[in-house]
């Protein structure tokens, strides 16, 4: 995490570095959020690879640029996510205008694991000209820019992980889709679903493709007897009104629905179970060091004599020259797309029916075609009963009532 920011912190010092050895620019950054260890975009965890990069990067750039970095907390009042939310953009405004009054030359920027209002901040944001990272969790701002101020780095976006889901449905023709979102399991499974949501009454509205319906429900994972008897009743719905159902919840959770499913003979290949998987396998290993190639260094001196001082004032041009662009990473390459999100590419994976517990990727994103799933495999011969992809509709309707259907059991 440290190197990570360490790399980043660093990125933009060399974008923008136009200031002459003799004039140091001072750039104070707010970093609002919350220490509770509850959850892992606590600064309790964040915060010392943040104050590390700080440190880094005055070692580095010395005499050009000196970093403050202010960390904006109130352990006893704000002790996770939500209660942030709201309190975030008074925190920074005051934190703006205190800055300004004391250091009306420093350059202001806001560094941030999440959790923050976006949609609130941004407006400050935009009035102020300055610009902000995200490193965890962030929510679609819906104040609407010429350009995003804010850019998010977090590995997977809520926004890509819904977009994910929805390339799938469109690719086997899924248009009725049965959701259902854990209350009671990490909120970024909530997150996701609201994403999905916004992405379907947007699809349904452009009139550019066929209508989807979704079907959400909401259970609760807090007491187990409970959560068993709705998912039996949630089962029974879903068998007679859709046979695709996007699961948002924790694994352990997800694989309790399946059981009962299995007992309702609901996974012999006619119904679809889609899920979300919150943390990536790394499998390369890791390269901790900075360093750039020939390539990055031609576009950082250009950018160099592109812009000049001024332009550290304006976070429109600070955040653009994120934009569609690639950073070398510790783990991976970081490409920040036209939203100012960072896009990784997913996978989507299945359990054939003859591997038990292993899983097998059969979709990918490929980021040289605008992030579009394709097929690495036809899996139609270990799903089960060799049915797929299983049709949006059984042929005599979800619960057997296609007029046709019941003439046919009629004569016979």
Not at 240 to 267: C, H, P, Q, Y
Not at 279 to 294: A, E, I, L
Not at 311 to 337: A, E, K, V
Not at 370 to 387: E, T, V
Request: with cysteine; aromatic share 12%; glycine share 4%.
């Amino acid at each position: 995490m440290a190197k990570r920011m360490i790399s980043m912190y660093a990125t933009i010092c060399f974008l923008l570095n136009n200031a002459s050895s003799s004039d140091v620019v001072h750039i104070e950054i707010a970093c609002p959020g919350f220490t509770d260890l509850s959850t892992a975009i606590s600064l309790g965890y964040h915060g010392a690879a943040f104050e590390a990069a700080v440190n880094e990067s005055n070692a580095i750039y010395a005499g050009i640029f000196n970093f403050t970095l202010t960390f904006l907390v109130e352990p006893e009042k704000i002790r996770d996510g939500p209660a942030l939310e709201p309190e975030s953009v008074v925190w920074i405004a005051k934190w703006y205008y205190a800055s300004l009054k004391t250091s009306p030359d420093s350059v202001r920027a806001i560094v941030t694991p999440g959790s923050i209002d976006n949609t609130n901040v941004q407006q400050l944001m935009a009035n102020w000209n300055i610009m902000a990272i995200i490193t965890s969790a962030s929510s679609k701002s819906q104040y609407k820019l010429p350009s995003p101020l804010a850019i998010d780095l977090s590995f997977t976006s809520m926004e890509s992980a819904a977009v994910t889901f929805m390339d799938t449905l469109q690719l086997y023709n899924w248009t009725t889709v049965f959701l259902v979102v854990d209350t009671n399991s990490l909120p970024v499974f909530a997150s996701v679903g609201m994403e999905i949501t916004k992405a379907v009454n947007n699809m349904n509205g452009d009139g550019k493709s066929k209508r989807r319906t979704i079907l959400e429900r909401r259970v609760s994972s807090r007491n187990s007897s409970l959560f068993r008897e709705q998912l039996n009743t949630l089962l029974t719905e879903f068998r007679k009104s859709s046979r695709v159902m996007i699961f948002l919840a924790r694994g352990d959770f997800l694989r309790e629905m399946l059981l009962i499913a299995n007992r309702f003979n609901m996974t012999n290949g006619e119904f679809v179970y889609l899920s979300f998987e919150t943390t990536p396998v790394m499998n390369f290993p890791s390269n901790v060091t900075w360093q750039y190639g020939k390539e990055d260094d031609k576009i950082l001196n250009a950018s160099r004599r592109e812009y000049g001082l001024d332009s550290l004032f304006n976070g429109y041009n600070l955040s653009r020259m994120f934009l569609n662009r690639t950073f070398p990473g510790d783990l991976s390459d970081i490409f920040i797309d036209s939203n100012g999100n960072r896009r990784v590419e997913l996978v989507v994976s299945y359990f054939p029916d003859e591997k038990g517990s292993a899983r097998m990727v059969y979709l990918q994103q490929v980021k040289e075609n605008g992030f579009k799933l394709f097929a690495l495999q036809n899996i139609s011969s270990s799903w089960p009963n060799g049915m797929w992809p299983p049709p949006n509709e059984p042929k005599c309707g979800y619960a057997d009532e296609k007029s046709a259907c019941a003439k046919c059991a009629i004569f016979r």
